[in-house]
């Protein structure tokens, strides 16, 4: 998920999944949206 050319990411997963998606492009220093679909808190 680090390589410059990749514009978006779909998984499937829970919130560990999620957790560790979020980190990942965090650390990247541009805007992303994440979006969990179908959790209920």
Do not use: K, W, Y
């Amino acid at each position: 998920m680090r390589a410059p050319d990749i514009g978006c990411v779909s998984f499937v997963g829970g919130r560990d999944t999620g957790a560790v998606v979020a980190t990942v492009v965090a650390d990247l220093g541009e805007r992303h949206i994440l979006v969990q679909e179908g959790l209920n808190t």
